[in-house]
């Protein structure tokens, strides 16, 4: 593809608990999908950021925009939204460890968007069916009442 054709933007929020690995998710996504080139990687390396939870702290404060390439769209991560963005992925980050803190989509029309739970952390758990399944049963009843 040719950097002249326009690729749709589409828009992605990462919610979940404090210390879930939100900001770690997005950066791994943003380094793994395109979303980081060498020259960028270079600046970041330079300014002390050493791993993935660092990467959208340092788009922010440098006023780059967080995205990465999908195999048909732009991906741009959105930090806060409106009442009524309906953003196209919901990502809900779910820490295995910790008993997930019922969290609110802040009014985000969660029914137009594709969502995937992520169950986190679960090597700290021994990978263990029963923190994976009540994890997943935990983000089903939260998700319940808003989507």
Known sequence: MSGEEHRPTKTMIVVGSRGAGKATLKGNL????????IILLEKMEKAGVHNYGQ??????????????????????????VMK?????????MID???????????GIDAKAAR?????????????SEESYVRALQTAMSQMDGEV
């Open 115 to 127: 969502i995937i739970v992520v169950v986190n952390k679960m090597d700290a758990c021994g990978w």
């Open 55 to 80: 990467v959208i702290e340092y788009c922010k404060e440098h006023g780059i925009k967080p995205s990465f390439e999908a195999t048909d769209a732009t991906v741009l991560f959105i930090e806060e």
């Open 96 to 106: 295995a460890v910790e008993q997930p803190a019922p969290i609110q989509l802040l």
């Open 84 to 92: 009524t963005d309906r953003p196209d992925y919901l990502i809900y």
């Open 30 to 37: 943003m380094y793994k999908c395109g979303g980081v080139d």
